[in-house]
């Protein structure tokens, strides 16, 4: 996990400082922002400190309409307990009392330049924060989004992962990261794959070098990020040791908590790798729509006239 801090916010959503441009390198620690309302009429006994307080157009509205003396009270109430910052999503118009308040405090104030509806811009922001400050690890292997599934591809060195995947790349799916993957849990079942910016675009193939997708292939080449569903497991080939099971028994790989479901392919010279991680993430896909190949291939045998 990342520290987080004010400027950091400013930065990604272009965000006006109206006071406390002294005071950005205040950290962020929660992802969840808070509204004040109940606080406004006196009400702190649930009030999380710790959050960015949003101030859309309601709040705004109400702090107008109170007389000086009252909402200088309601205003100062908060601003006691020093949150990170404050974010007016609503004109900037009348805020005097508020920037006074801040510059007083050494809060910073910001106002989005972008006029949009005060639940969008929250929720734009809370996605940025939970993926900021999402525990995080970082796994050998190669990351890709392949027909809209994302997938973790792991396997010893040398045993063709990046081969692999610049073969799917040219078939249309997407890399996200290479050689370094790192794993974001944005909650208990959710698993966010992307890169360590370093590697960022760039697949490195034995014998070639480093190649940059993007350059190479174009923007369609690359997914900045992507939330795994599959772990694929690239294991070198063992005579006798593959079967012809109509079906096996789904595995699972526990990253950060977050159980995934694993597939191991054996690896020879003349497999298609890139085509059986197709083949595995379309037949998945199938399975999460309720269909099973071998539950109708069984029902055909059954069914079947004897005569």
Known sequence: MKNITVENIVQKFSLKVL???DHLNKTISQSKVHRPGLE????????PTERVQILGTKEI??????????????????VHYHPPCFIVTAEEEGLTYLTHYCIEEKIPLLITNKKEPTSEFITKLSSFLSKKLAPEISVHGVCLN????????RGDSGVGKSETAHTLIGRGHRLVADDVVVLKKLSPNTLL????????????LRSIGLLNVVRLYGRKAFQDETRIALDINLTKWEKDDLNNELEHELQYTEYSG??????????????????????AVHNWIL?????????????????????
């Open 19 to 21: 006071a406390g441009e």
């Open 40 to 47: 406004f009429v006196g009400y702190f006994d649930f009030f």
């Open 61 to 78: 509205t109400y702090l107008h309409k109170l007389d000086k003396e009252e909402r200088e009270t309601r205003i100062g109430n908060i």
């Open 146 to 153: 392949v027909s809209g599934i994302g997938i973790l591809v």
């Open 193 to 204: 794959g992307t890169h360590d910016e370093k590697t960022k675009e760039f697949l490195a």
């Open 258 to 279: 977050v159980r995934i479901p694993t597939i191991e392919i054996q690896v020879q010279a003349g497999r298609d790798i890139a085509g059986l991680i197709e083949a």
């Open 287 to 307: 399975k999460m729509q309720g269909y099973s190949a071998a539950e109708e291939f069984m029902s055909r045998i059954e069914n079947l006239d004897p005569e």
